[in-house]
């Protein structure tokens, strides 16, 4: 298969540590250039700089975001209008209003589209949900913890401080307790956004599940855990040894040479939104 040009938009950390090696890599994909709002930081990446977005689209047929939520809501609005597949971030946008937008666009211009839920194309987490699928589940539980708003992390970013683990993590925690669990249906939330976040979501089916989000915690702290039970018997996640981003590459391409069809779309995280948005109501001061 040949390798589908990816144009990347945005070039902060994210997209240094993981999105633009991704891509570069191959063989599934080539990195054709990068549009940012800080050209020095794109001229970083050592492939093609494009001073206007229009520009980077001539040059792809596809294009990658790592840009905040809210950039993503509109940019990825104009990249699916110009006919390109997209390669998405969570969450999907910052708001359910601009989640909506965007997702309509990509459905409106028919074209591929695939959200980065890093856990999902890990090796480990397929085990995991397989075995779920064995287990009759009715119930689970998942954490995650980290201090990633803390001082002068990466990723403590204005968009990750304004409105915490809720947007930024809750899109992973709720994705996979979705599919372990079976499609949310449900969601009762307590605590505050941007500390302890408590999430109890039902499922179709019955089953029910419970989450808890933080990203302002202080010390040693262990990684995500989830953790499923039912009437044969239980899974637990086990830490990763693999690369998800390998996986998430190759995916992409058959999306992208397929036309569509990849069960993580923008449809599917505009139903992220949905359940992230009910939460984020009954946060409200």
């Known amino acids: 298969?040949?390798?589908?040009?990816?144009?990347?938009?945005?070039?902060?950390?994210?997209?240094?540590?993981?999105?633009?090696?991704?891509?570069?890599?191959?063989?599934?994909?080539?990195?054709?250039?990068?549009?940012?709002?800080?050209p020095e930081a794109a001229a970083?990446?050592?492939?093609?700089?494009?001073e206007r977005i229009e520009e980077l689209f001539d040059v792809c047929e596809a294009v990658a975001f790592c840009v905040p939520p809210a950039v993503?809501?509109?940019?990825?609005?104009?990249?699916?209008?110009?006919?390109?597949?997209?390669?998405?971030?969570?969450?999907?946008?910052?708001?359910?209003?601009?989640?909506?937008?965007?997702a309509g666009a990509v459905a409106e211009a028919g074209v591929a589209s695939q959200m980065v839920l890093t856990l999902r194309y890990a090796v480990q987490t397929r085990t995991f949900l397989a075995r779920c699928r064995e287990i009759q589940p009715f119930g689970g539980h998942a954490a995650n913890i980290s201090g990633a708003?803390?001082?002068d992390h990466p990723f403590a970013t204005p968009w990750r401080l304004e409105s915490g683990a809720l947007l930024d993590v809750g899109p992973h925690v709720i994705d996979l307790l979705d599919a372990a669990l079976g499609p949310v249906t449900g969601v009762?939330?307590?605590g505050r956004s941007l500390g302890w976040t408590g999430l109890l979501l039902e499922h179709e089916g019955g089953a029910v599940s419970e989450a808890s989000l933080c990203m302002a915690a202080v010390g040693d702290l262990?990684?995500?855990?989830?953790?499923v039970y039912g009437r044969t018997g239980n899974a637990v996640l086990l830490p990763f040894d693999d690369d998800p981003?390998?996986?998430?590459?190759?995916?992409?391409a058959t999306t992208v040479r397929n036309g569509g069809g990849h069960p993580l779309?923008?449809?599917?995280?505009?139903?992220?939104q949905r359940i992230i948005a009910e939460a984020e109501t009954q946060l409200a001061p």
């Open 72 to 102: 993503q809501a509109e940019l990825g609005v104009r990249a699916a209008r110009a006919g390109k597949a997209l390669l998405l971030e969570k969450p999907l946008a910052d708001s359910l209003e601009r989640a909506q937008r965007l």
């Open 44 to 50: 970083e990446l050592g492939v093609p700089v494009f």
């Open 188 to 190: 009762r939330a307590h």
């Open 222 to 227: 262990p990684p995500a855990t989830f953790a």
């Open 149 to 151: 708003l803390l001082g």
């Open 245 to 252: 981003m390998d996986m998430i590459a190759e995916e992409f």
């Open 1 to 38: 298969m040949e390798p589908v040009a990816v144009g990347l938009i945005g070039a902060g950390p994210w997209a240094r540590m993981a999105h633009a090696p991704m891509l570069a890599k191959g063989p599934h994909t080539r990195l054709a250039g990068v549009w940012a709002r800080r």
């Open 265 to 272: 779309d923008a449809a599917h995280g505009l139903r992220l």
